[in-house]
């Protein structure tokens, strides 16, 4: 399938990442930033020019519109992806690039469309926190996995029985090759559009966006034993009093906040 590539021009990295969270919500699923510009990407048949002008209307932006090839995309990613360094916890690399010896942790991620290769700050800060996280023999819930990225971590910090769901197809077939290729044994892949999985975790991790997580905070709930550990992500910083708000209902107890320029990710405690 075809991707479209949208480019648009803006040197304010707030305004990106702004834009960033905008476009998520209206079906863009890959995204790169530079100092200069902010390129999203959206599959061909999903693509709609007036839905993306009304986006983009209130910020006063123009874009440029390119149409990427499958048999394309992987070049085109590939050029664009650098190694990932979380401190000296984790590195993500890909296949191609040289290992990495100076973290406790390397990930190996095959560079496509899947959103979660560490260079988005939700991602970034997700990982941050899952460093002070007792993960050993845990059972984990990873909604919206992406390229299957933190169900990964998870596992490398000694996780079992790890369910991590998406909705998109790229996005499954994505994460199986990650999977295979980091040696993990202890992860499950389903095609899922929602949180209602019918289990309880140990750990539920949600890097997704505002307004899924709304969308799905009852089942997000459902899916907590006593004492699970939360994490949201996928958030901006302005969005941080509506999910405080929301966890309130659940009697879920606010750990931390981290923040990356304009993006937080959340830990909470089901009490």
Known sequence: MNHIEITIATDNQDLQDIIIATLAEINYEGFEQNDNEVKAFIKENEF?????????????LSFTKTVIAQ????????????PVMVDDFVSIRASFHQPITRTQYQIIIT???SFGTGHHATTYSVMQLMRNIDFTNKTVFDFGSGTGILAIL????GAKNILAVDYDDWCIENSL???????????????????NVGKAFDIVIANINKNIIQDNFDA????????????????????????LQLAATKNWKHIKTLTKGAWIAMQFINN
């Open 220 to 243: 997000l709930h459902s899916c907590c034993k006593p004492a699970t550990t939360i994490l949201l992500s996928g958030l901006l910083i302005e969005d941080e009093a509506d999910i």
């Open 48 to 60: 709609n020019e007036t839905d993306l002008h009304q986006a983009l209307e209130p910020y006063h």
């Open 154 to 157: 998870a596992e490398k910090l």
């Open 177 to 195: 090759e990650n999977i295979e290729q980091n040696n993990c044994k202890e992860i499950i892949i389903e095609k899922a559009d929602n949180a």
């Open 111 to 113: 560079p496509k469309m």
């Open 71 to 82: 048999q394309n995309w992987n070049a085109l990613w590939e050029s664009n992806f650098d």
